[in-house]
Nanobody, 124 residues
Framework: QVQLVESGGGLVQAGDSLRLSCTASGRTFSSYAMGWVRQAPGKEREFVAA????????YYGDSVKGRFTISRDNNKNTVYLQMNSLKPEDTAVYYCAADPRRYLVTTTADFGSWGQGTQVTVSS
């Protein structure tokens, strides 16, 4: 069981950067695969990024590859999403997500736990 709380969202201009944070509570954080999923108004959930138990492997959605970087600090029970070169189409609610059994999640449907989300808005 894990509880996830996101922070760091906000309003920025195209080309700017943001860093999202997700702090987890509960036991055995280091054994959870973690990731980020986003959802824009009226759109389906979209996979953004994921990271394995110890941070050794990462996976990114095609739309963010090369611009976003996921990382984790297990000593702080925190996963991060560094978002560079933001585009208006990145505007969405960003959710932190976790799975306790897989070493790396590569599809939205495989995440078992979700945070409440943080809003990212990118103006043109």
């Amino acid at each position: 069981q894990v509880q996830l709380v996101e922070s760091g969202g906000g309003l920025v201009q195209a080309g700017d950067s943001l860093r999202l944070s997700c702090t987890a509570s509960g036991r055995t954080f280091s054994s959870y695969a973690m990731g980020w999923v986003r959802q824009a108004p009226g759109k389906e959930r979209e996979f953004v990024a994921a990271i394995s138990w110890s941070g050794g492997h990462t996976y990114y959605g095609d739309s963010v590859k090369g611009r976003f970087t996921i990382s984790r600090d297990n000593n702080k029970n925190t996963v991060y999403l560094q978002m560079n070169s933001l585009k208006p189409e990145d505007t969405a609610v960003y959710y932190c997500a976790a799975d306790p059994r897989r070493y790396l999640v590569t599809t939205t449907a495989d995440f078992g736990s979700w945070g409440q989300g943080t809003q990212v808005t990118v103006s043109s």
